[in-house]
């Protein structure tokens, strides 16, 4: 909701129309490319560490996006909080598999599923909200993030991890089959038209709404 006020800003600026959507749309590149990186990072370093690091660079560089003043100073910001994005959400993911075993894990997932889903829509309106009053306030929402770094840094365990000989014996155990290319390039296929779709929405539909 905050994006046509920012165009407002860069009035005079070249691809201004162009560098406004970037806004919504860096943090997600960035975030594609960190979470490849994530899973060989904390299986070397732990899962606590890294994500404990990844909140506190969330809170400091989402929320320092509202301070921008400049272009580029924004969308360094919306970079490095996608890169924030991609080790929290595969850190989380992989602690869940970490904690919980069996049916206990579904269990899990779909509840955070269903909070992801919920603070969209609670975000997203309160986004709008402050969007009323001016551009910059919407970005302090990123503070919750700050707020539940004591909470992850005192009550998260770094899991114990398994030896390389019980990893391969698990897989042989458990009898994974391989996948079907085919299948596998279908759903990147699917993946990506998902999520085009998704951010089409929002960084078009401010403009038009205007």
């Known amino acids: ?15 201004a129309d162009l560098l406004t959507r970037f806004v919504l749309t860096v943090p997600a590149l960035f975030t594609a490319i960190s979470a490849v990186a994530a899973g060989r990072l904390i299986d070397r370093f732990g899962r606590r560490g890294p994500l404990l ?4 660079a969330y809170g400091v560089a989402g929320a320092g996006g509202g301070l921008a003043l400049s ?12 890169l924030a994005v991609g080790v929290i959400m595969t ?16 269990t899990i997932m ?15 309106i309160a986004g709008g909200a402050l ?8 970005f302090a929402i990123y503070l919750i993030a700050l707020a539940l770094l004591p909470l992850a840094w005192r ?3 770094e899991p114990v991890r398994e030896s390389a000989a019980d990893a391969s014996s698990d897989k042989v155990e458990g009898g994974a089959e391989g996948g079907s290319p085919a299948m596998v390039v ?4 699917l993946a990506f038209v998902t999520m085009a779709a998704f951010y089409l929405t929002p960084v078009q539909l401010p403009f038009h709404l205007e």
């Open 91 to 106: 850190t989380s993911v992989t602690l869940v598999g970490d904690y919980y075993p069996g049916a206990a894990r579904g």
């Open 131 to 138: 969007a009323d009053l001016s551009w910059r306030a919407p």
């Open 110 to 124: 779909g509840r955070q599923a269903a909070f992801t889903g919920i603070g969209g829509l609670v975000f997203l």
């Open 155 to 157: 009550h998260l365990d």
């Open 186 to 189: 279908l759903l990147c296929a």
């Open 53 to 56: 690091w990844a909140l506190l």
């Open 71 to 82: 272009i580029e100073w924004l969308l360094a910001s919306r970079a490095v909080l996608g």
């Open 1 to 15: 909701p905050a994006l046509p006020a920012i165009r407002g800003t860069l009035d005079g600026t070249a691809n």
